[in-house]
């Protein structure tokens, strides 16, 4: 499948509260990860764009659900990243709902792509997502990020780990998408997998 060509993506809102998500319509897509996992540096990636969703050296400043309209046809939503300590817990009080509950009644919600650091494996608040997530049947893609950090050896082990520890969940090593922003890999692949749950493209054009 080719990659769609963007023709736009823009920024649409940043929802703080359930009742200021826009009108579900549009079929979408959420980037869902802990914090400093990549999700800015993947979502640019796959548009195309450079600072179109903002990066940050300092994890855990997305607050908010932020909505990005993509070719008048879909919305990508950058989730608040999870399990940075500095957080105040009061912050980390009002993300957990917030999440929790655009995940349970979202009814646009087309998947949810999972990030994982390539060099971390899944802790507590990472199964606790999986769990949730399978209870209330979304789909998943699961996307192990920073990839050209590990060597071929590595990867084979860590795949592993990971495997089994999400084969509760139904993930085996050909679910999974390695990803580096660097060097472009996963791209593709992921795109087929986005495409996939979006309903296909209707606009396409050569490789970004």
Same mark, same amino acid.
């Given at each position: 499948?080719?990659? %769609?060509?963007?023709? #736009?993506? @823009?920024?649409?809102? #940043?929802?703080?509260?359930?009742?200021?998500? %826009?009108?579900?319509?549009?079929? !979408? $897509?959420?980037?869902?990860?802990?914090? *400093? $996992?990549?999700? =800015?540096?993947?979502? *640019?990636?796959?548009?195309?764009?450079?600072? &179109?969703?903002?990066?940050? /050296?300092?994890?855990?400043?997305?607050?908010?659900?932020?909505?990005?309209?993509?070719?008048?046809?879909?919305?990508?939503?950058?989730?608040?990243?999870?399990?940075?300590?500095?957080? #105040?817990?009061?912050?980390?009080? /009002?993300?957990? %709902? +917030?999440?929790? #509950?655009? +995940?349970?009644?979202?009814?646009?919600?087309?998947?949810?792509?999972?990030?994982?650091? /390539?060099?971390?494996?899944?802790?507590?608040?990472?199964?606790?997502?999986? !769990?949730?997530?399978?209870?209330?049947?979304?789909?998943?893609?699961?996307?192990?990020?920073?990839?050209?950090? &590990?060597?071929?050896?590595?990867?084979?082990?860590?795949?592993?780990?990971?495997? @089994?520890?999400?084969?509760?969940?139904?993930?085996?090593?050909?679910?999974?998408?390695?990803? =580096?922003? &660097?060097?472009? !890999?996963?791209?593709?692949?992921?795109?087929?997998?986005?495409?996939?749950?979006?309903?296909?493209?209707?606009? /396409?054009? %050569?490789? +970004?």
């Amino acid at each position: 499948m080719t990659i %769609p060509q963007i023709l #736009s993506a @823009e920024y649409s809102l #940043s929802a703080y509260r359930g009742d200021q998500c %826009p009108p579900g319509g549009l079929p !979408e $897509v959420a980037f869902l990860g802990r914090s *400093n $996992v990549g999700k =800015s540096t993947l979502i *640019n990636s796959l548009l195309g764009r450079q600072k &179109l969703v903002r990066t940050s /050296s300092r994890p855990g400043c997305t607050r908010a659900l932020n909505f990005f309209l993509i070719n008048q046809r879909w919305n990508f939503v950058d989730l608040p990243g999870f399990g940075y300590a500095a957080v #105040s817990k009061d912050v980390k009080a /009002s993300w957990g %709902p +917030l999440v929790l #509950s655009y +995940l349970a009644r979202r009814e646009s919600l087309a998947a949810v792509v999972f990030l994982q650091d /390539s060099r971390r494996l899944p802790g507590p608040e990472e199964l606790f997502l999986w !769990e949730f997530l399978r209870e209330r049947g979304r789909r998943v893609i699961p996307v192990l990020t920073k990839a050209d950090k &590990l060597k071929r050896g590595e990867r084979t082990r860590q795949l592993k780990l990971f495997t @089994e520890a999400l084969a509760a969940f139904g993930v085996d090593p050909g679910d999974v998408i390695w990803f =580096s922003a &660097l060097t472009r !890999e996963g791209k593709d692949r992921l795109w087929d997998r986005l495409l996939a749950c979006l309903g296909g493209a209707t606009d /396409s054009g %050569p490789d +970004l």
